[in-house]
């Protein structure tokens, strides 16, 4: 089996030429973020990912996480990975300095997140769910909440977890039931809750219940979802964990993939809560933090395809099967084969792709945040949906393939490749479903504003085309011929879209998806572009790694003719698609 | 107390060395660099006694061009207080290295000197053994447990036969053999730190030392490639085979 290697030469050129990792750390607050210090940072946090999180993944699927009366034991190695990943001050990266965190910017937690979960996804997920739960805290709780609870979760020793969803209320949360009660200082939760990530587990001594709940008399709907803190254990008046709370784990479940990662059952009996914010204000506090969140899922795409294609490239180099086609002669590993060369280059172009979209997106989220720049805002607004819908898309695709490389033996538990798959499937689900961000991304982030900020995104990629047009490479012409068949078909298609959008809604939404892959595939070559651009500059002028270079243009090449040459077939589909989506009627689903 | 401890950079351990085509050297352009293993021993046994309060301060020293600078921030981010530089592109062998060592030595006036070895590129195990000889200073070599007391260290040393335990007086050169410590994972505030610690740089002229080097390379060559095994028909062809082609029976 491979061992994962943290991709530090793509890092740290995506973070360098493309995010613009000099320019971030020219923002107030982020001086700290020099490239030496965010080399060391990378080092450190590679070496751990590769040495503490690596060698559990595996088993930690095969163990997975195990309930008994209540309470749920993670797998072996778990307990200590997380002491240690705790104590080497790791969830403090992009937190405020103070509450305790060493206020890094996004884009450095981004490679450092990219690499924990390549190594470990279901680990990962625990770190995950808890910055969620402080993002929360931070921007709406009150000092109180802030002083009991902030520091504890900032320093890795608490936990946190969002429940949101009810088996009744899952994209839909306006069907929220659990309720609260009001006695004196708090509140009395009282509900179920399901697909609660790491809701119980025995790595922390506490854990921190983010809940969803109605007060009484709360308005229906949306409206009349309040957001309430419910420990595991109350803190005590000195702040350590004290009395057990009546939030309990009745099971977790039993699932395709994330085995090591526990997922609650939680039932609430009048446990004592806290109100986080202002009463009925709960959802939109949930939307605040829902771009964070589903930018890290995003990132799960990135870092599965990554673990993916490690794996598969270490097979292919390794499997002898068949001849050389030209050369004949002796058996060969797999790798010289064409076709299982365009299944490594499809896994490594298309993960390159997401990282860099990724990346630079994190870099804007840090611009966004410092220089209160709206349009910054708006692109990052804009490309959330694209990262979290496309990027995990791409993750399963990518997984597929890795399973497709092995042949047989992908199919077999012990090569570790199926596993990979089966992590990557919930990443498209979970955090809004690719449909859910597909809507999002039609309806809220194109149609409500009239394409203000797709528009624009289409002027950057028009103003580009000309900066392309001055490179004398070849692949790099074929790749701008590409890139500007893709710019064309997302023009059709954001027109399409905002001329149906009022009239005919059905039809604006009926081709989301695809339209969601066209702007990630776009968006993606886009970046490829950039990559290739600035590769042969380097080589132009005798810098660095020539084949790292070389190789970051035939990858862009390669993307082009594979991958972006889908967008105007795409465009067809959102543009004329639509009306055989909805025109079979309802029964004739049902005829046998 | 003050410890002097040394550091190297080398090619990764990770890294699968390559030799230049023309034989001169290995290829070091675009190969990751880091810590010596050894030394990384060395750095995590130093914190561990300032830990214990017997050492109070901890310089790091590393030779060798301005990129050593990075494996000097690393032993600062393992704990070290400040680190020396002394900065050559000359390139530097076992005796430059100890006399450079040795001037920095009487520069800092420490108790104890902790050493990897020896580098992994090179294997020469030789640069403790030579600091201590023109210290005159006591030496303890391939240490894998080191007690500090009453101006002595005891230090139970990795020798073929076993384990063999001596008493040295301080001022006392230790090299760190592997199992002396598992060093630990260096932690983000720790990083963080690291860049706010005092980096000095010295050069050899300064220090009069001269680092010319002693010895002269003829040739680096890969080792020879592994070839193919046979299979033998039986063991009588087996021990014929190991008799009279092999020899070595």
């Given at each position: 089996m491979s061992n994962y290697v943290a991709p530090l030469k793509d890092m740290r050129f995506v973070l360098n030429e493309l995010a613009g990792l000099g320019e971030v750390a020219k923002l107030p607050g982020y001086e700290e973020s020099t490239p030496d210090t965010v080399d060391a940072i990378l080092e450190e946090a590679s070496k751990?990912?590769?040495?503490?999180?690596?060698?559990?993944?595996?088993?930690?699927?095969?163990?997975?996480?195990?309930w008994k009366d209540g309470k749920v034991a993670t797998p072996k190695g778990f307990k200590d990975a997380y002491k240690q990943y705790s104590e080497a001050g790791w969830p403090a990266l992009p937190f405020e300095a103070e509450y305790g965190g060493q206020g890094l910017p996004k884009l450095v937690a981004t490679a450092v997140e990219e690499m924990l979960t390549s190594a470990n996804m279901s680990f990962s997920l625990c770190p995950l769910l808890t910055q969620g739960a402080i993002h929360a805290l931070i921007l709406c709780g009150s000092d109180a909440l802030k002083k009991t609870y902030l520091e504890k979760m900032v320093a890795g020793r608490w936990t946190g977890t969002m429940n949101l969803t009810e088996p009744q209320a899952g994209s839909d949360l306006a069907l929220v039931k659990t309720r609260a009660k009001p006695a004196g200082d708090h509140y009395l939760i009282t509900g179920q809750k399901i697909f609660i990530?790491?809701?119980?587990?025995?790595?922390?001594?506490?854990?921190?219940h983010l809940v969803l709940a109605r007060v009484p008399d709360a308005p229906e709907g949306v409206k009349g979802i309040s957001l309430f803190v419910v420990p595991k254990f109350l803190p005590k008046a000195d702040g350590t964990p004290g009395e057990r709370n009546t939030a309990k784990c009745a099971s977790i479940e039993h699932k395709l993939?994330?085995?090591?990662?526990?997922?609650?059952?939680?039932?609430?009996?009048?446990?004592?809560?806290?109100?986080?914010?202002?009463?009925?204000?709960?959802?939109?506090?949930?939307?605040?933090?829902?771009?964070?969140?589903?930018?890290?899922?995003?990132?799960?795409?990135?870092?599965?395809?990554?673990?993916?294609?490690q794996r598969a490239l270490a097979y292919a180099k390794e499997r002898l099967q068949g001849k050389d086609l030209v050369q004949g002669g002796k058996t060969v590993p797999i790798i010289r084969h064409p076709d299982v060369r365009r299944m490594l280059m499809l896994m490594k172009s298309q993960t390159e792709a997401a990282r860099a979209l990724a990346y630079?997106?994190?870099?804007?989220?840090?611009?966004?945040?410092?220089?209160?720049?709206?349009?910054?805002?708006?692109?990052?607004?804009?490309?959330?949906?694209?990262?979290?819908?496309?990027?995990?898309?791409?993750?399963?695709?990518?997984?597929?393939?890795?399973?497709?490389?092995?042949?047989?033996?992908?199919?077999?538990?012990?090569?570790?490749?199926?596993?990979?798959?089966?992590?990557?499937?919930?990443?498209?689900?979970?955090?809004?479903?690719?449909?859910?961000?597909?809507?999002?991304?039609?309806?809220?982030?194109?149609?409500?504003e009239g394409g203000v900020t797709v528009k624009g995104w289409l002027a950057v990629l028009k103003s580009f085309d000309q900066e392309l047009s001055k490179s004398k490479n070849a692949d790099i012409q074929a790749l701008r011929s590409r890139l500007a068949a893709a710019a064309q078909a997302v023009s059709e298609s954001v027109e399409f879209i905002l001329g149906a959008a009022s009239k005919d809604p059905n039809a604006a939404f009926a081709g989301a998806v695809p339209f969601l892959e066209l702007m990630g595939i776009t968006a993606g070559g886009w970046q490829l572009a950039r990559a290739a651009l600035i590769a042969e500059k380097k080589i132009a002028a005798n810098e660095g790694e020539k084949g790292f270079y070389e190789t970051k243009i035939i990858t862009a090449r390669f993307f082009a003719d594979h991958v972006l040459s889908q967008a105007p077939g795409l465009a067809a589909t959102v543009t004329q698609g639509a009306a055989a989506v909805m025109a079979v009627p309802e029964e004739q689903f049902l005829a046998a | 107390m003050k410890v002097l401890v040394s550091v190297k950079r080398v090619i990764d351990y990770n890294v699968k060395v390559r030799v230049k085509a023309d034989g001169t050297g290995v290829e070091t352009a675009n190969v990751k660099m880091s810590m010596n293993p050894f030394d990384e021993i060395a750095v995590e046994e130093a914190v561990r006694l300032k830990e214990a309060g017997v050492v109070t301060e901890i310089i790091a020293v590393s030779c060798g061009p301005q990129a050593c600078q990075e494996t000097l921030r690393t032993a600062l981010a393992i704990g070290a207080d400040r680190a020396v530089l002394v900065e050559t592109n000359e390139e530097l062998q076992p005796l430059a290295v100890a006399k450079l060592l040795k001037a920095v030595c009487q520069k800092e006036s420490p108790q104890l000197v902790i050493l990897g070895k020896q580098a992994i590129d090179d294997d020469s195990n030789q640069t403790g053994?030579?600091?201590?000889?023109?210290?005159?200073?006591?030496?303890?070599?391939?240490?894998?447990?080191v007690v500090i007391a009453d101006g002595k260290a005891q230090v139970t040393r990795e020798v073929d036969g076993g384990l063999e335990t001596i008493s040295i007086k301080l001022p006392a050169i230790v090299t760190t053999d592997l199992r002396l410590n598992e060093p630990r994972y260096v932690t983000l505030p720790n990083i963080m730190k690291a860049k706010k610690k005092t980096m000095e740089t010295l050069k050899p002229e300064a220090l009069g030392v001269d680092v010319a080097p002693r010895l002269q390379t003829l040739k680096v060559s890969e080792p020879p490639k592994r070839k193919a095994g046979v299979k033998v028909p039986d063991p009588k062809a087996l021990v014929d085979k190991l008799r009279n082609e092999a020899k070595v029976i």
């Open positions: 751990f990912a590769s040495e503490v999180l690596d060698p559990i993944n595996y088993s930690g699927d095969q163990e997975g996480s195990n990530t790491y809701g119980e587990h025995d790595m922390a001594e506490n854990i921190v993939g994330i085995h090591a990662s526990p997922t609650a059952v939680m039932v609430f009996e009048d446990a004592i809560g806290y109100m986080v914010g202002e009463v009925n204000k709960g959802l939109s506090y949930m939307f605040v933090m829902m771009n964070a969140a589903r930018f890290s899922v995003g990132l799960e795409g990135v870092s599965i395809a990554e673990r993916a294609f630079v997106v994190a870099a804007s989220m840090d611009v966004a945040k410092k220089t209160k720049d709206q349009r910054q805002q708006a692109f990052v607004d804009l490309m959330i949906p694209v990262v979290k819908g496309w990027s995990t898309e791409t993750g399963i695709e990518v997984a597929s393939l890795g399973v497709q490389i092995h042949g047989g033996m992908g199919f077999i538990e012990e090569t570790g490749a199926a596993q990979h798959l089966r992590d990557a499937r919930i990443t498209t689900i979970y955090e809004g479903t690719t449909g859910i961000q597909a809507a999002d991304l039609v309806g809220r982030k194109i149609a409500r | 053994q030579m600091l201590a000889a023109l210290l005159g200073w006591s030496q303890a070599t391939f240490a894998s447990k």
